[in-house]
Every structure is written in structure tokens, then in C-alpha cells.
Nanobody, 115 residues
Framework: QVQLVESGGGLVQPGGSLRLSCAAS????????MSWYRQAPGKERELVAT???????NYATSVKGRFTISRDNAKNTVYLQMNSLKPEDTAVYLC?????????WGQGTQVTVSS
């Protein structure tokens, strides 16, 4: 079955950086788009970034210029490089893909931006 396992979250000071990873298995990784979402307490889940199989990328306005999504098809892994982090970036970050089996989510990784 499809499995998505996120890692790389943690506590970081404002202005700092983190790189999240999402290791995928159970499907043909290189032919599907991959996305990062985030959900803060009391808020709706928000699409952060998407990368297609053709390596096209899209970003939420709130992270454009600060976050970079990338993928390594040889490692079946998608990354989210987050720079210039702000307290409002604090959330659980989740990996998502939609395959012929339907939509699949990872368990999430907590990112906390605080001094």
C-alpha cells in the first residue's frame, strides 16, 4: 500500500531553516505529483507546495520565495527546504499524493518556529 513517512521537523528560531523529507513507497513515485500541506492548531489544512512529475512547482503565496520543494526520484523522496522561517509557519507538515489508489497522507512532522 502507499506509505508516506515525513521527517525533519523540529524547533527552530525565527529566521532559521529546516529541511523536511518525505519517503514514499508502495507506488511508482516518479509519475505522480507530490505535495506538502500544513495544519496549524485551530486552522484549516493549507496546501504549501506541489511538485509534478515534470518538476513543475507551485507554492502558496505565504511561502513563495522562502520555501523550495524538490524531489529525488532515485530515492523516492520529496523535500521541502524552508528558509527564513516565521512563527506563523508553525504547524504540522504533511506529505500528500494522489495515485490510482486515491489520496494518501503521511503522519506529519511538527515544525515549531519560536524564540
Amino acid at each position: 500500500q502507499v506509505q508516506l513517512v515525513e521527517s525533519g521537523g523540529g524547533l527552530v528560531q525565527p529566521g532559521g531553516s529546516l529541511r523536511l523529507s518525505c519517503a514514499a513507497s508502495g507506488f511508482t513515485f516518479n509519475i505522480y505529483a507530490m505535495s506538502w500541506y500544513r495544519q496549524a492548531p485551530g486552522k484549516e489544512r493549507e496546501l504549501v507546495a506541489t511538485i509534478t512529475s515534470a518538476l513543475s512547482t507551485n507554492y502558496a503565496t505565504s511561502v513563495k520565495g522562502r520555501f523550495t520543494i524538490s524531489r529525488d526520484n532515485a530515492k523516492n523522496t520529496v523535500y521541502l527546504q524552508m528558509n527564513s522561517l516565521k512563527p506563523e509557519d508553525t504547524a504540522v507538515y504533511l506529505c500528500y499524493t494522489s495515485t490510482w489508489r486515491g489520496g494518501s497522507w503521511g503522519q506529519g512532522t511538527q515544525v515549531t518556529v519560536s524564540s
